[in-house]
């Protein structure tokens, strides 16, 4: 990539064919890069595979995701389990968000004990 961001992407599949990928450049909200069903949903998933990107299959979700336009930001309520998504799919390739720092407690943790 060109500038220093890291995006992570994720794809998300249902059994009826859906699928929808997340952008997250670590500024804002994750945003819906992709949605679409049947050859669509393939390409989606195709691609991710391509780019070694996780895939997170969870057909409610992919189902929610698809009503959202691409370009928007995922609502607040799906904060939440997006954050849980994207930090196992940083943990899986095994990256952090650029800037990101370890809460003090987390740093004393790991020095063991005092």
């Known amino acids: 990539m060109k500038n220093k961001t890291t995006k992570v992407t994720k794809a998300t599949k249902t059994k009826v064919n859906q699928a929808s990928a997340l952008s997250y450049d670590g500024t804002r909200a994750p945003v819906v890069s992709a949605t679409g069903t049947d050859a669509t949903a393939e390409q989606i ?14 057909p409610e979700l992919a189902k929610l995701l698809a009503q959202i336009e691409v370009g928007d930001e995922i609502p607040e309520m799906l ?13 899986l390739q ?7 720092e370890p809460p003090e407690d987390e740093i004393k943790n ?5």
């Open 45 to 58: 998933v195709e691609i991710a595979k391509q780019h070694e990107i996780p895939i997170y299959q969870n």
């Open 79 to 91: 904060y939440l389990i997006i954050a849980e998504i994207l930090a196992l799919a940083y943990r």
């Open 94 to 100: 095994d990256k952090v968000p650029e800037g990101w």
């Open 110 to 114: 790991l020095d063991g004990p005092n």
